[in-house]
């Protein structure tokens, strides 16, 4: 299994601009997070999927973010238009259900840079 | 989710045994354990985890107290690689929320030769 994967792995980007990280989840798994990690906040958890469907948004931080499944194996998160304040790393991760427990396995992580 | 408080770093000579504390005085009968580390740069990986009985896998040993009140994560041979910040959560393994783990602050160990 090739693990959860993650792109872009670095993006460069100008204030405003619109920002797209994509991550491909461990088939199988049922649990899609998104989490960010910064110096300040250490890391935090955006939002999570379960089937596809958002059960827990409550860390976006405002209109400006979103995150899309479209389908099991895929999913976005958005960030339009993007800020010096969302530099971070950005990491995905998948879980399986019927394990019982919180086995999370987190992708590699996209670094993001606003300029 | 119960709150856990972990030293801010540690250091362990590297071919000795590191044992990590956390205190989850708060814990609630039904919310697991769970160990977490995170190597410079890279995601967070899963070690090890626990409700009542301790634990042992290949890359860790995960002792509870008997009141549950608090842990030890157990790296048996530390090698240099194992220098990461090291989380402890206590997590409810099922209800509502099933499946948000929320990271604190860790531990930084240190394993130096």
């Known amino acids: 299994d090739a693990g959860v994967i993650q792109s872009p792995r670095h993006e460069v980007t100008e204030m405003g601009q619109e920002v797209t990280l994509r991550c491909k989840p461990i088939s199988g798994h049922d649990y899609l997070f998104w989490y960010r990690q910064t110096m300040m906040r250490g890391l935090e958890l955006l939002i999570y999927?379960?089937?596809?469907?958002?059960?827990?948004d409550s860390g976006m931080p405002e209109d400006r973010f979103s995150a899309k499944m479209p389908n099991a194996s895929f999913s976005t998160l958005k960030i339009q238009p993007s800020e010096p304040r969302d530099s971070a790393v950005y990491f995905c991760?998948?879980?399986?259900?019927?394990?019982?427990?919180?086995?999370?396995?987190f992708g590699a992580g996209s670094r993001l840079t606003v300029l | 989710d119960a709150k856990t408080t972990q030293p801010t770093s540690m250091d362990c000579a590297e071919g000795r045994a590191a044992n990590l504390p956390c205190n989850h005085s708060?814990?609630?009968?039904?919310?697991?354990v769970y160990w977490y580390r995170q190597i410079h740069s890279q995601g967070p990986q899963y070690i090890i985890h626990?409700?009542?009985n301790n634990e042992t896998n290949e890359m860790a040993s995960l002792i509870i107290t008997e009141d549950r009140k608090s842990s030890t994560l157990i790296l048996p041979h530390a090698t240099l690689r194992d220098t990461a910040v090291y989380y402890c959560?206590?997590?409810?393994?099922?209800?509502?929320?099933?499946?948000?783990?929320?990271f604190g602050q860790g531990t930084i160990l240190t394993v130096h030769p």
């Open positions: 708060t814990i609630s009968g039904n919310e697991y």
């Open positions: 999927f379960n089937n596809n469907v958002p059960i827990d």
């Open positions: 959560i206590a997590r409810n393994a099922g209800g509502t929320s099933y499946g948000k783990l929320t």
């Open positions: 991760a998948s879980s399986f259900a019927l394990t019982g427990a919180n086995v999370l396995t």
């Open positions: 626990g409700l009542k």
